[in-house]
């Protein structure tokens, strides 16, 4: 039994009822038992939260960790310590490793692992197919029972339809949830730009976005035929937004997500070759940018995720076209998130709506909430503080931040799994 904890004289930001309030929260038993007024203090140890913000803690669909087979790029326990100094109290984890969790046997092991090392809850995705190699679908249903939440091929898309088809038909009688990765792979393959004046300036191999309103359109139209589960990890562009809207509005179960970097960053920022900026998708326009941040904060589009992608220093010293794609964001994911508060593009209980509230509610997940029952998994955060990002202070093996070197707003305090301190700023 654990102790009774207060957290008073807080600025409680609630993204169910879209306010924020000066008041505390009770916690009894790894729960939030009530919530207290500002002025109440009821028995048990009490931390003053001194007017900081308390949020549910973030729900990170689309974590990287290299484990099994490149150990030396992140691990579970260094993954866990990066999510708990980032606010992140759920890593939801993806199946892209050496080799790919593509059975029961490996997503045991990798479970095992996360429970030993990691800080934070850690659920892990598996394969939609063998090898990620679009031929052959996993075993879902033995996968579910192991405890996969959620089932993706990460970017390695599946060109075969009639495999994808047959995927999501037996996914749909399973009720499992089925993440894709919306980018035509023939228009992808080998771009490192997005299409436009800046790429042909600068002699980069670029994409149309038009690919990813392609893969999009074909995704939706089987989701029609087969009724699946569907979530896109990370739309980018203006374009793929009307599919995604028509395709709400005829009631499939179709969600999106997007990545905090194509929110707060754009093709420019790649500048002089800078492969820190080179992701995957590739970063886009700034109408694009801010077409997609208009699409959060209308609710079109449900949640932001880091897309934590570590790469080890060798993969990325290298010319643009050559280096890998990828940054870490577990730590920045937050203060690059005050980005858009601070640029009042998107207020604090919408931005925890699509970073707590809505992938808890995808995943079937109880957190992301500060409602009594709920699980007190919080952040305590401060979303004015400056600092100048330093990539060398990050808790990932690897470093590869587009950050480094950034004025940013806003600090992490402390943060809570299940009632439990698990990181505080000293």
Known sequence: MMKPLNLVNARLVDSETGSISIGGLRIENGRISQRLDRDERPGGETVDCNLKHLAPGIVDIGVKVCEPGERHKESYRSAGLAAAAGGVTTMVTRPDTTPA???????????????????????????????????????????????AVAFTD?????????????????????????????????????????????????????????????ALDRDIALVEMTGARYHADQITCARA????????????????????????????????????????????????????????????????SSMHTPQDEESKRLPFEEAASGAVALETLLPAAMRLYHADLIDLPTLWRAMSLNPAKRLGLDSGRLAAGAPADLVLFDPDA??????????????????????????VLATYVAGQRVYERS
């Not at 995604?244 to 009631?251: C, H, T, V």
């Not at 400056?386 to 707003?409: C, E, I, V």
């Open 386 to 411: 400056p600092f100048l990002m330093d990539r060398t202070t990050l808790r990932s093996k690897s470093r590869n931040t587009p950050f480094d070197g950034a004025r940013m707003q806003g600090r």
């Open 241 to 304: 937004l009307p599919a995604l809207e028509r395709a709400k509005q005829n009631g499939h179960d179709v969600t999106a997500g997007t990545s905090i970097h194509h929110l707060t960053l754009n093709a420019l920022d790649v500048a002089d070759y800078r492969t820190f900026f080179k992701l995957k998708p590739p970063l886009r326009d700034e109408t694009d940018r801010l077409a997609v941040a208009d699409a959060v904060r209308s609710g079109l589009i449900d949640v932001i």
């Open 154 to 214: 990460c970017d390695r898309v599946v060109t075969d339809t009639k495999v994808l088809s047959r995927a999501l038909s037996y996914a749909r009688s399973l009720g499992a949830l089925v993440i894709a990765h919306p980018q035509d792979p023939g228009l992808s393959a080998g771009a490192a730009a997005t299409s436009g004046k800046f790429a042909s300036l600068r002699g980069l191999p670029a994409v149309s976005p038009m690919a990813e309103r392609m």
């Open 101 to 147: 969790i593509d059975s029961p046997e490996a997503l045991e092991f990798v479970t095992r692992r996360a429970n030993q090392a990691a800080a934070v809850n850690v659920l892990p995705m598996a394969a939609l197919t063998k090898g990620r190699a679009g031929r052959e679908m996993t075993e879902i249903g033995f996968l579910m029972d192991a405890g």
